[in-house]
């Protein structure tokens, strides 16, 4: 990764800066994949990159979101939100910005989807705002339709977080439990394919799942197991929401861990 770094293509220095920042946050360093991005904020800057600037942008605008340092998510999104005006670039701002409660931005984002072209593409990225924009007014039989039917829309190797996600927050911990598990149970989607804005999915989707499990039974317990091994030399921060599901290992068999 790091020859990837000193590469003079823009593409795979760009590629290896956000491969390491994903890697960082999947052990939860979360501090050191913030200054991954920082340093390629700069680096695309110098160089006048303003759509791989705003990508970094809105991925460490993400890492303090998954921090609640909701001024900074919000600054970095809306620094983000002014380069990248396709569909999948207004989707993945509009996203973010309708998580930290800038409404009135998510729904412009929206509107501009919609002045597009339209075709399947289109279509997902409009219920999937849609569907985030529902979910963060608490309109959660809307969102959850909106965000089924973007789920429909998706392509195979596509992740359906914001499904699980959306689950959650309306209450639905069955249904959220097991989507998260399909998350967790296939990592690949997460790791080899990288059109997702959000840094540490996979860990992010275990934690949740583990939050969300009762009575856990084996292969639950080596979620918790292959957890606790990511993120064994994790930022203080990180290392407190592991302990905050520690009390899952109490009903493992000790010989996973």
């Given at each position: 990764m790091s020859a990837l770094a000193s590469s003079q293509s823009e593409e795979w220095h760009n590629r290896s800066l956000v491969?390491?920042?994903?890697?960082?946050?999947e052990l939860g360093r979360i501090n050191e994949a913030s200054f991954v991005l920082?340093?390629?904020?700069?680096?695309d800057h110098s160089r006048g990159q303003n759509a791989l600037e705003s990508?970094?942008?809105?991925?460490?605008?993400?890492l303090h979101y998954q921090e609640n340092k909701l001024e900074l998510a919000r600054q970095y999104a809306l620094d983000a939100s002014t380069s990248d005006r396709s569909a999948a670039g207004l989707l993945a701002t509009g996203t973010l910005l309708a998580r930290v409660g800038l409404i009135s931005e998510a729904k412009a984002a929206l509107a501009q989807i919609l002045s597009g072209p339209s075709f399947q593409r289109t279509e997902f990225a409009i219920y999937r705002l849609r569907g985030e924009i529902d979910l963060t007014q608490g309109n959660f039989q809307s969102a959850?339709?909106?965000l089924n039917q973007a789920a429909r829309l998706a392509r195979p190797r596509e992740r359906d977080d914001y499904l699980a996600r959306a689950l959650r927050v309306a209450g639905r911990n069955d249904a959220a439990r097991q989507a998260y598990k399909n998350l967790v149970d296939h990592p690949a989607r997460i790791w080899l394919y990288g059109d997702?804005?959000?840094p540490g999915l996979w860990a992010a989707s275990a934690t949740q799942f583990l939050?969300?499990?009762?009575q856990p039974e084996r292969e639950d317990c080596r979620v918790l197991a292959d957890l606790v091994h990511f993120r064994h030399d994790a930022d203080h921060e990180e290392a407190a929401s592991i302990?905050?599901?520690?009390?899952?290992?109490?009903s493992c068999p000790t010989r996973i861990f």
């Open positions: 491969s390491l920042a994903n890697f960082l946050a920082e340093q390629g904020i700069a680096h990508d970094k942008k809105l991925r460490l605008a993400y959850i339709s909106n997702s804005s959000i939050r969300l499990v009762e302990d905050d599901i520690h009390y899952n290992v109490q």
